[in-house]
């Protein structure tokens, strides 16, 4: 059965960095575009990154342009999410998902996974 797991979560100081992990079983990421969302408490799942088949494009949003970068590494079959400069308002569940299409909206992808929680204290 098609899914990912992320990992990588965890309790960090504003400043700080973290890397996401995104690995994918079931299917091959090399046929899809991959996106990282971020959900937090009350709040609706917010799109946060977006990256090409072959790493070619690459989109942001814009709270977190500049300070995040997506990439992928299509022989582990896995995605990863670099954050430098966490602030407290990126403190949320971190997902990720496939989409066959460029898209923002979290109704474009699947494959979810359970999502790896982000603390940040200021």
């Known amino acids: 059965q098609a899914h990912v797991v992320e990992s990588g979560g965890e309790s960090v100081q504003a400043g700080d960095s973290l890397r996401l992990s995104c690995a994918a079983s079931?299917?091959?990421?090399?046929?899809?575009?991959m996106g990282w969302f971020r959900q937090a408490p009350g709040k609706e799942r917010e799109f946060v990154a977006t990256i090409s088949r072959f790493s070619d494009v690459t989109f942001y949003a814009d709270s977190v342009k500049g300070r995040f970068a997506i990439s992928r590494n299509n022989p582990k079959n896995t995605v990863y999410l670099q954050m430098n400069s966490l602030k407290p308002e990126d403190a949320a569940v971190y997902y990720c998902a496939a989409s066959r299409d460029y898209g923002r909206g979290p109704e474009n992808y699947k494959f979810w996974g359970q999502g790896t929680q982000v603390t940040v204290s200021s």
């Open positions: 079931g299917f091959t990421i090399s046929g899809f575009y």
